[in-house]
């Protein structure tokens, strides 16, 4: 995949209504294209957690779409508190409905689980699909990690000092940046003056949902016909070498690549790496 630009396009943000609420992403157009490829984040992230991939890839000559999801960001929090897995779904179709042509799926987390259920549910409608760091069997102790650091600060932060620290400590694996202002993409400061994150706490109120979205993941991924990635970091106890080899029973097309030192947080823990592995599928697809 050779470089047809000497610098990224600059994106252009984007609103969806979706029964009354607007979901906001950021698009990456370029032109000639060589497809399109929509990046969906975790639970309890944003879309900024794709900046520097969405770029390299608009870069590449590839249309993006990186979006909010409901409930996270600058997407609007559900006042019906509709955090279903139809409802994610939705949100992501919507935006691939924005996309020149079936695109690639590039989803991490809660954005993997939908973007497998597209794949499987929509298989005319995609291209390609990357999972990063997920799999069919998340019950595990790093989810239970991963759900008590959620839980533990919902009532916000007293300075973007401790939200550093709090994140260090959750992920130390990851060189801490010089400045706090990145942080500001994930927390907002209310009048009180705390630092709150930017999703919404009823989003992780209803547990007894994942069987019911495991069940379908599984019943997807039966359905996947389309070149199939799974990137997960080699240090990542969500996705062991047990759940690559039952994820390969379901979809024994896909590809996996290790990233070395990265955990979970896959594309965080080493963008380069993550990038390099991402792009390799891409060009591959063209051939």
């Known amino acids: 995949m050779a470089d047809n630009m000497s610098a990224a396009p600059q994106s252009t943000r984007v ?16 032109a000639p294209s060589v497809g399109d ?13 794709w900046h520097d991939t969405a770029r390299l890839l608009a870069k590449r000559g ?8 409901r409930g996270h960001g600058e997407s ?9 897995q139809e409802g994610y779904l939705g949100d992501l179709l919507a935006m691939m409905d924005l996309c020149v042509t079936p695109p690639v799926l590039v989803g991490a987390s809660l954005g993997g689980m939908m973007s497998l259920v597209a794949a499987g549910e929509h298989p005319q409608r995609v291209r390609g699909l990357v999972l990063v760091d997920i799999a069919l069997n998340t019950e595990n102790e790093e989810t239970d990690r991963i759900r008590a650091f959620m839980d533990a600060y919902l009532d916000g932060f007293a300075s973007l000092e401790a939200v550093a620290e709090a994140v260090h400590a959750y992920n130390p694996l990851r060189k801490r940046s010089s400045s706090l202002e990145g942080l500001k993409r994930n927390v ?3 009048a009180d003056g705390r630092w709150y994150w930017r999703w919404d706490p009823a989003m992780i109120a209803d547990r007894g949902k994942v069987p019911v979205w495991l069940a379908r993941m599984k019943a997807a991924a039966k359905k996947v016909r389309v070149p199939t990635l799974l990137v997960r970091g080699d240090r990542s106890h969500m996705v ?3 759940s690559v080899t039952e994820f390969l029973r379901f979809v024994p097309h896909a590809e996996v690549v290790d990233i070395h030192g990265a955990g979970h947080m896959v594309a965080g823990d080493d963008n380069n790496a993550f990038s390099v592995a991402v792009t390799d599928f891409l060009n591959r697809l063209q051939r």
Do not use: P
Request: net charge negative; no cysteine.
């Open 62 to 69: 590839w249309n993006v779409i990186s979006y909010d999801a």
């Open 76 to 84: 609007e929090w559900r006042r019906d508190k509709d955090y279903s």
């Open 188 to 190: 907002k400061q209310r």
């Open 37 to 49: 490829v929509v990046l969906a984040h975790g639970g309890g992230q944003t879309r900024h957690a």
């Open 240 to 242: 062991d070498a047990v």
């Open 15 to 30: 609103e969806i209504a979706r029964d009354d609420h607007m979901v906001v992403g950021d698009q990456w157009r370029v």
